[in-house]
């Protein structure tokens, strides 16, 4: 299944390490960040799951519940899990679905025929999804290269920013920097529409300061 960007996610019920999980009813009115790993006891994996764990005030204060996948089953994650405790520093806190029989996999086109951790593995890749269960975001990294969830914070800011206000975030933006007013927005409206005020760079590139700050 190739899913895109404001396609609705997948519904699923599927066994995790902390029961059974009904996808739609457990992200309920929440965003969610769903994040695939390869298998149980890999090492790159065992170190963002520990990082997710660390950060799971800055999720809460964004209403975002963290979800993970491994092929493994549930048994399998509950031993992980005082690994990943061990070694990492931190108390795993959010589910990991045990995804053996590879359906959540197969619904979100995480198997990759071709890619280097094999076609029977779960390639490593992040799903984010609104309240309205519209994916949002779909990103695949290399089984060598570690994720980024500050990144991925950084992009639920913009998300949740640009949902509610007529603007964009350029390049390298981070909460309270400037935004880039939409083009669809006349010059002369956007001054009334945001009163910190308008820099025209040129006729298509509009600058304000971010607007709920």
């Known amino acids: 299944m190739s899913l895109r960007l404001g396609d609705v996610a997948p519904d699923f019920t599927q066994d995790s390490s902390e029961g059974t999980i009904n996808f739609h009813e457990w992200a309920g009115d929440s965003w969610v960040i769903l994040f695939s790993h390869p298998a149980d006891y890999t090492p790159v994996c065992t170190t963002e799951l520990g990082l997710v764990a660390k950060l799971k005030s800055e999720f809460d204060k964004r209403n975002v519940k963290p979800i993970a996948l491994s092929v493994d089953s549930a048994e399998s994650h509950k031993g992980w899990i005082g690994d990943i405790n061990e070694t990492q520093g931190s108390a795993v806190n959010y589910p990991i679905l045990a995804d053996a029989d590879k359906k959540v996999s197969e619904l979100y086109g995480m198997i990759h025929p071709n890619s280097s951790t094999g076609n029977t593995l779960t390639v490593r890749s992040v799903f984010i999804i609104d309240p309205s269960k519209k994916l949002r975001l779909t990103l695949t990294y290399p089984a060598s290269t570690g994720r980024n969830f500050d990144e991925l914070l950084r992009v639920i800011d913009s998300l949740q920013l640009t ?51």
């Open 163 to 213: 949902d509610h206000y007529s603007v964009a975030t350029p390049g390298n933006w981070t909460d309270g920097g400037d935004c880039v007013v939409v083009p669809s927005i006349p010059t002369e409206e956007a001054r009334q529409k945001f009163p910190k005020g308008i820099t025209e760079v040129k006729p298509y590139l509009r600058m304000t300061p971010q607007p709920n700050k």
